[in-house]
């Protein structure tokens, strides 16, 4: 059945109501305005989503990428074991000579593989050189075992495919627009589900006319097929939120200089900078999400801390950063050993961050270990100049630690001039003497 048909026959269907979105004004002429309102009672009259049975499926052969916002998301989200993905101009309406020439040209395949495998390769390098990538991936279930690799131009294996339908005609004084989305089987090309939205434009700006696009509907379809998932991915988890549980040990390290050098880099490194507070090792990935509160006036959010999430064997679990009675902010630096996680964390007051950061040590498990408020001895500090972290490591149970010392120019361009470098001395205070004192001195200074 063509458009124009369609529209003879509008006036005989008796169909669900759907929302529509219109242009207002005066129609250029009485025959705009009456083919208009035609279009109207068309959107009216035809109902916005037609399903005609439900289905499941291994893989699904998607149409463009404007379809999916992240295919390897979406792979998880739909709880399929593939999914395919191929970019083509709309289709006036779909035929096995299209369906031919589909094949012939090749879809991009997302699929799960080993993670040792060599399907894997691109993979574990771009998670290698941007973790941050692993993080909605783990959050959605995909085991540390497993990847999410993609093959190009093969021929398609879905049993189910998506296209889009655009058919243009003339019009009194302008252009009628068919569009759509259809859900098909790709062996016989009957449709399985199918959304149908009509637009009326006069030309050549279209200042008025009518259209109902059913965008929403259009999503709906984009989620009828039921996936049958691989055995092999962990079923899609929810955060266990942890509430913050206090140190073991707090105390205060001195920290002493040992060596200075020149640095040999100009640029301030990813990891000092604040910008990698993500990373992987063996089966756990570690990252820190900011927490931001809503306060007046409304529609104003203000950055109350950071929480830690590590994401192990499938599981993810949230826990708030707190020390004492205060949140603790912008973590700078982050590692992850077989044995537990460590980082560095930073007030922010104007914008850099300065000499009085946090070590926290964490286990694997997500448990505290200790906090550590480090005192720099024997260091002299240029007023001029801005101090980061550049790493921490523990030797012998010692922390060790690497300061970046650098200058900004008038162009906010970062020089970094020297690295520093400092070991742990002894605590001067007993754990519980320095937590109290700390707790003591608070409390003399609140009005």
């Not at 964490?362 to 790493?391: A, C, M, Q, T, V």
Request: net charge neutral.
């Amino acid at each position: 059945m063509d458009f124009r048909s369609i529209l003879r026959g509008a006036a005989t269907l008796v169909l669900p109501l759907t929302l529509y979105t219109g242009c207002t004004g005066n129609y250029p002429n009485p025959i705009a305005d009456m083919h208009a309102k035609s279009i109207k009672q068309l959107c009216d009259t035809t109902a916005p989503i037609t399903i005609n049975r439900q289905v499941s499926s291994k893989g699904v052969l998607f149409h463009g990428a404007d379809s999916l916002r992240g295919p390897e998301e979406e792979l998880l989200k739909r709880r399929l074991t593939f999914l395919e993905v191929h970019s083509h101009a709309n289709y006036p309406s779909f035929s096995l000579e299209d369906r031919d020439r589909l094949k012939s040209a090749g879809v991009t395949r997302y699929y799960f593989a080993d993670i040792a495998s060599a399907d894997c390769v691109e993979f574990n390098a771009r998670a290698k050189e941007h973790p941050f990538v692993l993080i909605p991936l783990r959050r959605l279930g995909l085991p540390e075992h497993l990847c999410i690799a993609k093959k190009i131009n093969v021929p398609p294996e879905s049993s189910y495919f998506y296209y889009h339908l655009y058919q243009t005609s003339s019009a009194p004084f302008g252009q009628d627009v068919h569009h759509g989305l259809v859900l098909a089987d790709f062996k016989t090309l009957d449709p399985v589900a199918e959304v149908r939205g009509f637009q009326y434009c006069d030309q050549p700006m279209c200042w008025h006319g009518f259209a109902c696009w059913r965008n929403e509907e259009k999503q709906i379809l984009l989620g009828q097929v039921a996936g049958i998932p691989d055995d092999r991915v962990a079923p899609i988890s929810t955060i266990e939120l942890a509430a913050p549980r206090p140190f073991p040990e707090i105390r205060e390290a001195r920290m002493l200089l040992v060596s200075s050098f020149p640095a040999e880099s100009k640029g301030l490194p990813q990891a000092a900078s604040g910008n990698r507070n993500a990373t992987t090792n063996t089966n756990a990935t570690v990252y820190v999400t900011e927490a931001y509160e809503a306060r007046e006036p409304k529609g104003s959010f203000s950055l109350v801390g950071y929480s830690l999430e590590l994401i192990q064997n499938g599981r993810p679990l949230q826990i708030r950063i707190k020390t004492s009675d205060s949140e603790v902010e912008n973590p700078s630096t982050l590692r992850v050993t077989d044995n537990e996680i460590t980082f560095l964390a930073a007030p922010v007051r104007t914008g850099f961050r300065q000499l009085n950061e946090m070590f926290f040590r964490y286990s694997r498990s997500g448990n505290p270990l200790s906090l550590i408020r480090p005192d720099f001895l024997n260091f002299e500090r240029d007023p001029s100049h801005k101090y980061y972290f550049e790493e921490a490591s523990y030797d012998d149970g010692k922390l060790n630690a690497t300061v970046l010392e650098a200058r900004i120019d008038e162009h906010h361009d970062i020089y970094v001039l020297k690295r520093h470098v400092f070991k742990e001395e002894r605590a001067r205070l007993s754990a519980n003497q320095s937590f109290q004192g700390t707790l003591r001195d608070k409390a003399a200074h609140r009005p």
